[in-house]
């Protein structure tokens, strides 16, 4: 079982890594931590805490923590949605930990409710439906993975989405995307 304390050395090795910081309020990161912590212990993955998750894995995979969206969030806000993750301006106090706009589409949050096209009852009961995501893979280090689009810096060696191609296997060929 992963506790507080294995989550926050993760967490810790993430921030160095992408060059960022965790949140500068000792309150509101270990809340942080702990819900990280008991999400994973509910669900068997660290959904993000301060999101509602539907329990199926494929319907939060974009919120795992951390989530697709924090990398933009954190160069456009200054901070993840949470504030787990903060630039250094925030992580010095030069600028406040605040509210930020929801990056998550709509339809993945009706998703984690059970509503809308992408519930949980849909992705369990087609799983051998077609869906829209790629094989994709950075060019600068060759980390390959299948998601819908290509993330917004690659996790291995932080290359730009621009930076990541399409696997195309029938035509055995690398397309430009
Ligand atoms: S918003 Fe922050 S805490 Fe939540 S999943 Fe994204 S990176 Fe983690």
């Known amino acids: 079982m992963t506790t507080v304390e294995e989550t926050r050395k993760r967490a ?6 992408n060059r960022i910081h965790l949140c500068p309020d000792p309150e509101l990161l270990q809340e942080l ?3 990280l ?4 212990k509910r669900y068997g993955y660290p959904s993000c805490p301060c999101r509602i998750a539907s329990g199926n894995l494929e319907t939060d995979r974009d919120i795992l923590c951390p989530c ?3 990398d933009p969030d954190v160069e456009e806000h200054g901070q993840c949605y949470c504030a787990l993750y903060v630039n250094e301006a925030v992580h010095k106090g030069i600028e406040p930990v605040h509210s930020i706009p929801e990056r998550r589409p709509m339809n993945k949050q009706m998703a984690a409710l059970g509503m809308g096209e992408e519930s949980t009852e849909t992705l369990e009961t087609d799983e051998a439906e077609p869906t829209d995501r790629k094989l994709l893979y950075c060019k600068q280090c060759g980390y390959v993975v ?3 689009e290509p993330p917004y810096k690659c996790p291995i060696c932080g290359a730009k989405r621009e930076l990541f191609g399409e696997i195309v296997v029938g035509e055995i060929k690398v397309r430009e995307i």
């Open 12 to 17: 810790e090795r993430d921030a160095l890594r």
């Open 33 to 35: 931590l702990q819900g």
């Open 37 to 40: 912590a008991e999400n994973e």
């Open 68 to 70: 697709d969206y924090r």
């Open 146 to 148: 299948l998601r819908e």
